[in-house]
């Protein structure tokens, strides 16, 4: 059974770094195809995908955020981390990390953490 | 980046009721769409992979169709437990786009 949980600061500062852990079980990222992904969620709206590395640490991020994202993985402890600086009021989100499935050229997400709400004020 | 269209982004319906939301693609997709539902409070679960293939236990009464730009989600016969909202997701290309969401309220 896959799991996966994420862990940081609830509240952040406008100018802040964010970092974000997600402690996953049940899969290697070490195994071809496999990834993990953060998808971000403003309080009502859509769902927004943010970055994603790969078995390979292959790393992928949002065109509109590059610049402020980092995404790393720790194998022998089964994490992923998310940095995101210069941290705004407009990040505050429900942050998910989820692990990219695939059959062939096919690949969705799931399944998804519980998420973590962080928000950002002064 | 791939935009994403929902719609309906809301609707009532009860009990019984066979739903139907369409999602549209700015441009060709193939068949490389996702269809997920949240229910408040909780994390997206997937319901359909690549346009019309039902994710593992994930009851029948759920289905996908479309091809190219167009697609849809079909419940056949709504249950309580799927008062919720829904998004498609295209995997064609980088960066992965969500849509908008259709909010499926009790009638």
């Known amino acids: 059974q896959i799991t996966l949980k994420e862990s940081g600061p609830t509240l952040v500062k406008p100018t802040q770094t964010l970092t974000l852990t997600c402690s996953f079980s049940?899969?290697?990222?070490?195994?071809?195809?496999?990834?993990v992904g953060w998808i971000r969620q403003p309080p009502g709206k859509a769902l927004e995908w943010l970055a994603l590395?790969?078995?390979?640490?292959?790393?992928r991020y949002s065109p509109s955020l590059k610049s402020r994202l980092t995404i790393t993985q720790d194998t022998s402890k089964n994490q992923v981390v998310l940095t995101m600086t210069n941290m705004d009021p407009v990040d505050t989100a429900t942050y998910y990390c989820t692990h990219r499935g695939e059959n062939g050229d096919y690949s969705w997400f799931d399944p998804w953490g519980q998420g973590t709400l962080v928000t950002v004020s002064s | 980046d791939i935009q994403m269209t929902q719609s309906p982004s809301s609707l009532s319906a009860s009990v019984g009721d066979r739903v139907t939301i369409t999602c549209r693609a700015s441009?060709?997709?193939?068949?490389?769409l996702n269809w997920y539902h949240q229910k408040p409070g909780k994390a997206p679960k997937l319901l359909i992979y690549?346009?019309?293939s039902l994710q593992s236990g994930v009851p029948s009464r759920f289905s996908g169709s479309g091809s190219g730009t167009d697609f849809t989600l079909t419940i056949s016969s709504l249950q309580p437990e799927d008062f919720a909202t829904y998004y498609c997701q295209q995997s064609y290309s980088t960066p992965p786009t969500f849509g908008g969401g259709t909010k499926v309220q009790i009638k």
């Open positions: 441009q060709s997709i193939s068949n490389y």
């Open positions: 590395i790969y078995w390979d640490d292959d790393r």
């Open positions: 690549a346009a019309s």
């Open positions: 049940g899969f290697s990222l070490t195994t071809t195809g496999v990834g």
